[in-house]
């Protein structure tokens, strides 16, 4: 099978067999039944930010593009679920009074020189709070010129690359004259997008009638995208970099274990006696991440000539920055929605990645460390932007058994 990559990853001592048996059996169902809890599927996001880029940005009237608010009770009877949220204070009120104090510290001298994202306002009106679960990740029939101005603005304006999505060119060639920095970031941005991909192939529409809709792999749709007769040979890098994506993400949540490891970390759920519980499988699916045995070596990176290395990783966090802000140009809100908390965790992925002096400088004991902090939202996007991958990566061995299937 075409997506059925194997042996070691460029970059990183990694094969992908071993991500496959670790993420399958260890990491994906504990990481599912997380993401399921109240704590993670409520985020707050604001939806309305105006496009920074261009003006001629019209609203996508796709049907599958709406995204389900938690709308108040009173305009919606069938939302108690999300109200439910906003009496948890899922978002604003998900803070112990540390963590809060904590937080209000770390604002004080945050000032954006750690964060590779451009984080929305959550105290403004236009943010909402969304039930993630309500609005899976899914076919949706975003597509074509407007689609493509995304992908082509990301790539070709702030990829690190000449590259034009008519003519794509392959980055890991050696004649590609791509430091190990850029060909990485590259790769992240390839691997979100194989992501995307995937997921729109595993929950495409395949039918609709008056009464339901159904959902499902569809393996044609895979096949374009990823067979690399279909791509011109481009579809076995993509699913490449998807891993690599996944390898990095991995990384970082070994690398925050003892954020969260501290007592004053408190993962307040609404219920007092479900706090507890939930924070031991949070730190339980850390210490999974943390025992892989072939983590990447994020060292590797920013590693050269000081001067150059620093010049490099403020590129590295512009650039990321301006792809987080293009996420308000998607048209199609629900692809707007897991854009930017994809884009989100994968900025904070990189925070704790290049914070590895301030986390381990956190004592275990102190209530109010502000050496480093993570939001709220901070956090959900992080733990779900992971559930993507790592979903992305269960999906593949599914298509697998599809594809074995249709061939016999
Ligand atoms: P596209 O995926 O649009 O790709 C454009 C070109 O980029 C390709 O021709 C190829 O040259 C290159 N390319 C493709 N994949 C990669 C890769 N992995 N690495 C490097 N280059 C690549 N659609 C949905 O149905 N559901 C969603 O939830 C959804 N979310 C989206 C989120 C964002 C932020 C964006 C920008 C788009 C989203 N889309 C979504 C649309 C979807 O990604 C495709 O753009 C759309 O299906 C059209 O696909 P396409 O075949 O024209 O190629």
Redesign the pocket.
Known sequence: CFCQVTGTLDDCACDVETIDSFNNKEIFPKLQKLLSSDYFRFYKVNLNNPCPFWTDHSQCGLKYCAVKPCTPRALNPDLEECEKAEKLGAVNGSLSDETRQALQEWKKHDDESDRFCMLDDVDSPESQYVDLLLNP???????GPE??R??NSI?EENCFKPYS?KR?LNPLASNSGLCVEKRAFFRLI?GL??S??I??SARYLLDENWFEMKWGHNVSEFQL?FDKELTEG?GPN?LR?LYFLYLIELRALAKILPYFERPAFHLYTGQPTEDNEKKKSLLELLHIAKSFPLHFDETALFAGNKKEAMKLKEDFKLTFKNISRV?DC?E?F??RL??KLQTQGLGTVLKILFSERQIEAMPNTSNTNPSFQLSRQEIVSLFNAFGRISTSVRELDNFRSLLSNIKQ
């Open positions: 990740e899914r076919f949706t029939g975003y597509k689609a493509w995304i992908w790539y999505v794509p390839s997008h194989a995307i991909n997921h729109l995208r481009e993509r970099n996420m998607v199609c629900k692809c897991w854009g």
